[in-house]
Nanobody, 123 residues
Framework: QVQLVESGGGLVQAGGSLRLSCAAS????????MGWFRQAPGKERDFVSY????????YYTNSVKGRFTVSRDNAKNTAYLQMNSLKPEDTALYYC????????????????WGQGTQVTVSS
């Protein structure tokens, strides 16, 4: 089992940057592939990015490619999402999650979730 806590969200102007962190408890963090999702009010929880257990494979949704970078430090039990060139449409509650199995783009494949951190981008 792993517990996840996100941090690093906030209010930023369009074009700005934020770095989200996802701190995990437990000694099994390094065995989990991780995903980042976001959910805007009234919308579904959407896939943002994925990183496998050792950081060797990453995926991004098209709208964030070239702007967001996912990484992890297993020694620190932490995953990161560096977000640059932020746009108002990036505004959402951002979640990290540990993959349980299945389709990495589907939030239902993830078994452990953090509480989320709010990102608000003003125009």
């Amino acid at each position: 089992q792993v517990q996840l806590v996100e941090s690093g969200g906030g209010l930023v102007q369009a074009g700005g940057s934020l770095r989200l962190s996802c701190a995990a408890s437990g000694r099994t963090f390094g065995s989990y592939s991780m995903g980042w999702f976001r959910q805007a009010p009234g919308k579904e929880r959407d896939f943002v990015s994925y990183i496998d257990w050792n950081g060797g494979t990453t995926y991004y949704t098209n709208s964030v490619k070239g702007r967001f970078t996912v990484s992890r430090d297993n020694a620190k039990n932490t995953a990161y999402l560096q977000m640059n060139s932020l746009k108002p449409e990036d505004t959402a509650l951002y979640y990290c999650a540990a993959l349980r199995g299945g389709n990495i783009y589907d939030f239902r494949s993830y078994g452990y979730w953090g509480q989320g951190t709010q990102v608000t981008v003003s125009s």
